[in-house]
Structures are given as structure tokens and as C-alpha cells.
């Protein structure tokens, strides 16, 4: 006689649930590396901590380290990538609400500061090195390129989301000039003092319905022609940030290993 199969020891009489797949041992390392190096920025200064130190704090070889991510500048847009995905979960709840551009705008900015808020005290050291122009490490760099499109996405959501209407035409600018808008924001907030950052939080109220209003006003035509100018501007100085490069991924994306692949044996570099 064949033996019935055994209840499950949880939930009985119930559905059989599966356990929470845990994340893959590559991700895991890749996570601790990232981490890592996060608190030793903070505690150390970016320039003075190296992908040795780094790799010795989290208890794996150079080699491991520099497989993940090739460089210093790696792991910074690896951080990158990070807020931008806490980003965008951030701002679900504000392009799923009010259709006013004013208010979407409000809650995008503002849901920035919040999840930048906890890198604040060591934010200035990241953007001291991202000031060089020939840094990966710049918002304008092709390394930034997916953290800078990623973000871009965010505001074109926000822009077509809303209930102010805009010219047709404008319609893949106006995003980009948001986005440069959100940069200009960040930049106040690297070098703001105040508790809180509650001056960043004040120039958010300040400019959002600003911005808006500007945006309502450019489907007309008499102000046109400066929006052209401003995209001609783009154009020229932020070509990546204007055309997409065609075929493959692009160059210069955050690295790391595919999804539970485990390491390779990289020779390290000097760090």
C-alpha cells in the first residue's frame, strides 16, 4: 500500500509555501563589497581608501574585489545605481498620484533628499572628483550613463503623467532640462549645512511650482525659440544625453558579475 504523502510541518491544511529565495552568493559579495567601501569612504575620505583596504575589510582577495567592480570609480557608480533604484521606488507613489506637474515635481525632488539623506555627511567627497571633468565619476560621463538615464526616466514619468500640456515637439527636451534641474538641486545640497538639509527641502517648494509653470508656458510659441536654443545647447555639450548610441549596452555601464556567476581569477590591480 502506498504511504500517503506527509503534511507540511508549517500551514497545515494549507498551500505550501516556498522560502524567500535567497539572493545569489555573487550578488551577496558584490552587496558586501559595495558596503564596505560606502563605510570606509565615510570614515577614511574617498581618496584615501583603497580597493586593498576595501577588499581586506570585507574579507575578500584584490582579486575578488576588482572582479566586481575594476576601480574606486566602479564602486561609486555602483552607489549611484543604488540611489537611483531607491529612487525610483521612492517616487512610486507620487507618479501614481496627483496629475498637477507642480506637485509631481515636489514630490520627485523631494523624495531624492530622502533617500540621499543618509550618504549626506560624505556626499561632498564623491562630487569633489565628479567636478573634474574627465572623472567617470561626472553626471555627464558615459560610466554615468545608465544611473543618468535612469534618472531622466523618472522625469519624463513625472512630465507625462501630469495634466499640463506641453508642445509635441518638446517632448523628449523637457525631461532632460527637469533632469539638469534635479542636478542643480544636488548640487546645493552637497554644500548645504543647514539641519536636516532643510534648505534644500525649502528650494524644493520654492522652485518646483517655477519649474512647472515654465514647462505649461513653452508649448506656446512666442518662448519657443529659447527652448530650441537650449536644446541646440544640449545637443552640442550632452550629445550621449540626447541620442541613444545604437547596438549594444553602453560602454562604460557599472560592472559586476551576471546573476550567480561566482568569481573568475582577475589579476589584481594596483589600487
Do not use: C
Request: no cysteine; hydrophobic share 40%; aromatic share 8%.
Amino acid at each position: 500500500m502506498a504511504k500517503e504523502p506527509k503534511a507540511a510541518a508549517t500551514n497545515p491544511g494549507g498551500p505550501v509555501r516556498k522560502a524567500p529565495a535567497k539572493a545569489p552568493k555573487s550578488e551577496q559579495t558584490r552587496t558586501l563589497i559595495l558596503e564596505t567601501a560606502l563605510r570606509l569612504f565615510q570614515e577614511r575620505g574617498y581618496d584615501r581608501t583603497t580597493m586593498r583596504a576595501i577588499a581586506q575589510e570585507a574579507g575578500v582577495s584584490v582579486g575578488n574585489a576588482y572582479y566586481y567592480f575594476a576601480g574606486k570609480e566602479h564602486l561609486v557608480q555602483g552607489f549611484y545605481d543604488r540611489l537611483g533604484e531607491e529612487h525610483a521606488a521612492a517616487v512610486v507613489p507620487v507618479l501614481e498620484g496627483d496629475d498637477d506637474l507642480a506637485e509631481r515635481i515636489r514630490g520627485v525632488l523631494t523624495a531624492w533628499l530622502d533617500v540621499a539623506e543618509p550618504y549626506h555627511p560624505f556626499a561632498a567627497q564623491f562630487f569633489k572628483n565628479a567636478a573634474d571633468p574627465q572623472s567617470p565619476l561626472s553626471p555627464f560621463s558615459d560610466d554615468s550613463r545608465p544611473a543618468r538615464e535612469a534618472a531622466i526616466a523618472i522625469q519624463e514619468r513625472a512630465l507625462r503623467g501630469s495634466s499640463t500640456k506641453t508642445d509635441p515637439g518638446l517632448a523628449e527636451l523637457l525631461p532632460h532640462l527637469m533632469w539638469l534641474m534635479q542636478m542643480g538641486l544636488v548640487l546645493f545640497w552637497v554644500h548645504d549645512g543647514s539641519a536636516g538639509t532643510e534648505r534644500s527641502r525649502r528650494l524644493v517648494e520654492r522652485v518646483a511650482p517655477i519649474a512647472a509653470r515654465g514647462i505649461g508656458l513653452s508649448r506656446f510659441r512666442v518662448l519657443r525659440p529659447l527652448v530650441r536654443q537650449i536644446h541646440d545647447v544640449l545637443e552640442e555639450f550632452m550629445p550621449d544625453a540626447l541620442t541613444r548610441t545604437a547596438g549594444g549596452p553602453p560602454s562604460g555601464a557599472p560592472g559586476g558579475a551576471p546573476a550567480g556567476a561566482e568569481p573568475g581569477t582577475t589579476p589584481p590591480k594596483t589600487p
